[in-house]
């Protein structure tokens, strides 16, 4: 496409940044509506984000964020409007502008994950999963998980005040067996982690692989590397795998829609 001054502006904003694979995909998902608009990423850490914000809130041909850790439940409360399932989860991954210039918020996380867990064969009704981490993307997948009919789901993060919040909002739905537990993946159908680890060569498991089982569906929502150390740990030991590329391929279109104003995402 051919920027100009006229080119509408749409950002992602994150702390690290580099991983992140929307900014292609989004950009030509836009020139394939034939919208003349790119996305660009902005590496903003948390102690900026607020002046960022104030910012990029004054820049009138700005249309739309997309949200990464650390900063989904952070920027929710900018949000002037959201959608049900943002205002539950308290968290959004993509901001629109208003007609008044504020911002209406959403969540696609979790239908991005569940979609990618039914392409293999991963439906959740009647199942039992373990997530690992209560975040932004954690609380959505968690959610999504049961309103698709997920009979049991554990949770785990380390902090343990945002594990109980989360555990206490969910078992409020009332449609699923909601427990704080500790990271150990056995007695469970799917084992989701949710957190960034797996990102930096460094970073320790998510938790013990030598408790996944061949039986058992992984996903996990790194998307740098293109297959992850805990992915990697999982398909070794005859685990069908969910990658966070996976996942991002599935929302993208949905992405797209929302920052066109197109048709709101419907729920799982």
């Known amino acids: 496409m051919a920027l100009s001054g006229a080119t509408r ?49 004054r820049t009138r041909n700005l249309d739309g964020i997309v949200v990464t850790v650390p900063h989904k439940l952070v920027l929710f409360p900018r949000c002037a409007s959201s959608a049900p399932r943002a205002g539950f989860l308290g968290a959004v991954n993509m901001m629109r502008r208003n007609r008044d210039g504020t911002w209406h918020g959403d969540m696609s996380d979790g239908l991005s994950m569940l979609a990618a867990l039914r392409a293999k064969g991963g ?22 998980l049961i309103e698709a009919g997920l009979a049991r789901l554990g949770v785990f993060d380390s902090d343990a005040l945002r594990q109980a919040n989360l555990c206490r909002r969910l ?7 909601v427990q704080a537990v500790a990271p150990e993946a056995r007695g469970y159908d799917l084992v989701i ?16 692989v030598d408790g996944l089982l061949s039986t058992m569906l ?3 929502v790194v998307t740098l590397p293109e297959v992850p150390p805990f992915v990697a740990a999982a398909r070794s030991r005859g685990c069908v795998t969910v990658t ?22 419907d729920a799982p």
Do not use: Y
């Open 9 to 57: 502006l749409f950002v992602i904003v994150g702390h690290p940044i580099a991983q992140a694979r929307s900014p292609g995909g989004i950009s030509a998902g836009f020139a394939a509506r034939g919208h003349d608009a790119v996305l660009v990423p902005c590496n903003v850490a948390p102690g900026d984000l607020d002046a960022w914000f104030e910012g990029v809130s």
């Open 123 to 144: 439906d959740p009704r009647g199942k039992a999963a373990l997530l690992i981490g209560a975040g932004g993307a954690g609380s959505a997948i968690a959610h999504a």
């Open 171 to 177: 078992a409020g739905l009332g449609r699923a067996t």
């Open 193 to 208: 982690n949710a957190t960034p680890l797996g990102m930096r060569a460094d970073d320790p498991s998510p938790l013990p």
């Open 218 to 220: 992984v996903g996990d």
């Open 244 to 265: 966070g590329s996976e996942m991002f391929d599935r929302v993208r279109d949905l992405v797209v829609d929302f920052m066109l104003g197109g048709a709101r995402l």
